[in-house]
């Protein structure tokens, strides 16, 4: 078992920067892939970002990348997504997620979801 706990989420000016942090706990941390998701109102819950056990590998979705940044910390049990030059479209509930293959862009696969933080991003 697996669970996480996401923080640091809030409202920010476009442009500005936020970094959420994902807190795991559960011996088996370290096999999965970590992923971050989020959903938009309205709208389907979408891929953003993903990091290999190691942390050797990322991936990011078109719409992030160059702007956002994932990295882990596996001695704190901790995966951060890193924000930059947010947009308005940006805003969404945030979800941290553990996934047995590195990559997962889909929902389906995931094994293991936190409960979510908010992003707003006011233009």
């Known amino acids: 078992q697996v669970q996480l706990v996401e923080s640091g989420g809030g409202l920010v000016q476009a442009g500005g920067s936020l970094r959420l942090s994902c807190a795991a706990s559960?011996?088996?941390?370290?096999?999965?892939?970590v992923e971050w998701f989020r959903r938009a109102p309205g709208k389907e819950r979408e891929f953003v970002a993903a990091?290999?056990?190691?942390?050797?590998?990322?991936y990011y979705a078109d719409s992030v990348k160059g702007r956002f940044i994932i990295s882990r910390d596996n001695a704190k049990n901790t995966v951060y997504l890193q924000m930059n030059i947010l947009k308005p479209e940006d805003t969404a509930v945030y979800y941290c997620?553990?996934?047995?293959?590195?990559?997962?862009?889909?929902?389906?696969?995931?094994?293991?979801w936190g409960q979510g933080t908010q992003v707003t991003v006011s233009s």
């Open positions: 997620a553990a996934a047995t293959h590195f990559g997962e862009t889909t929902a389906q696969a995931i094994d293991y």
């Open positions: 559960g011996r088996t941390f370290r096999n999965y892939a």
């Open positions: 990091i290999r056990w190691s942390g050797i590998s990322t």
